[in-house]
């Protein structure tokens, strides 16, 4: 399974960006899906996560910025980031957690995704 994630850049404070992220491979189904970002030398830490049935659940930095979305068609999650802050500078990686094709349930996998680097500055 391997996970493709885009959308970062560079954009001024104030500005928005969309990520997304797909997995691909041997997916038999996909729980939750979420957003992570990590500075160097830290911590990676939770920005947004979203369930197979839509429940959210986000950082409170984030709280009424940044929006979690995803297209279970598609198997594809999204980051909406309104709003962004220099603080907001990071490279965010995607997760998912994956039931292997053939696979019970109770066998569920985290996959990563190579991260996408989101600059915020004038």
Request: hydrophobic share 35%.
């Amino acid at each position: 399974v391997q996970l493709q994630a885009f959308g970062g850049g560079l954009v001024q404070p104030g500005g928005f960006l969309r990520l997304s992220c797909t997995p691909s491979g041997n997916i038999g189904r996909i729980n939750a899906m979420g957003w992570y970002r990590q500075a160097p030398g830290k911590q990676r830490d939770l920005v947004a996560v979203i369930t197979n049935g839509g429940s959210t659940d986000y950082a409170d930095s984030v709280k009424g910025r940044f929006t979690i979305s995803r297209d279970n068609a598609k198997n594809t999650v999204y980051l909406q980031m309104n709003g962004l802050k220099p603080e907001d500078t990071d490279v965010y990686y995607c997760r998912a957690e994956i039931v292997p094709y053939g696979r019970p349930s109770y066998m569920t996998v985290a996959f990563w995704g190579q991260g996408t680097l989101v600059t915020v500055s004038s």
